[in-house]
């Protein structure tokens, strides 16, 4: 079940908070999946005396992974073909997330009507943590 | 660390294999840490008499993450600013996934150096399961 173009317009948008409160476990459980066990995700003795952080600090593919859980929540399964984003400041614990996707434009493609979406992730500060774009196909 | 565009030319690649034989429980695991528990990556009773797939599959996402663990091992850490894929392929269990980047460019960008790398991640029979683009700041 997707969305359709029919009861889309240009300057529609959906949000979810995607993330409340941010623990340091879900950084660690995100690092066994994706298989990224870089110290900076984990060890708070290294990221703060080495590394020069005030704390640990998410993987930006799991923000982009949880930002994307709101996309296919919205255009439905199977639906995304293309998805990029820009990291534009850290994510923290603690942190709550809202991502946001909006209606940008439709177009044609081999026979599929696509639809453009532009996204935003903020924080609980009001601050871009990621800006991007998606294209999914609608019926 | 990171690279420096003096060590760098446009042509020059690196790859990893960055899964083998890929595991339901990996799923499993990616779902957990992604909140993201749609029962066609998970259930295999579902998957197969009502979604009509030959077995569940991997998020889009978790190939993106293991790409994108890839693209941080090569650029180094903090230094990737876009990622962008298209998902041309399902990814199975049991699937062996090679995740190549390729410098395209350089650029400067606000006194800057970057790198624009173009992004293929193939599976054990070479078909793409995704295709993209990314940059990264470099020294």
Redesign the interface.
């Known amino acids: 079940m997707g969305l359709s173009a029919e009861e889309l317009k240009v300057g529609d948008s959906y949000s979810e908070v995607?993330?409340e409160d941010l623990t340091r476990t879900?950084i660690v459980?995100?690092a066994?999946?994706?298989?990224?066990y870089?110290p900076?995700h984990s060890d708070e003795k290294f990221v703060t005396e080495v590394a020069g952080y005030p704390t640990v600090f998410a993987?930006?593919?799991?923000t982009?992974?949880?930002t994307?859980?709101m996309l296919?929540n919205y255009v439905g399964?199977?639906r995304?073909?293309?998805?990029?984003?820009?990291?534009v400041n850290q994510v923290w614990p603690g942190d709550t997330l809202t991502a946001r996707a909006e209606v940008a434009a439709f177009r044609e493609e081999d026979g599929e009507t696509l639809v453009d979406l532009t996204i935003t992730t903020t924080n609980q500060d009001e601050k871009f943590v990621l800006t991007?774009?998606a294209t999914a196909r609608v019926d």
């Open positions: 995607v993330v879900q459980q995100y066994g999946a994706s298989g990224d870089n900076v993987h930006g593919m799991l982009m992974g949880m994307g859980r296919t399964d199977g995304l073909t293309y998805y990029g984003v820009r990291f991007g774009n």
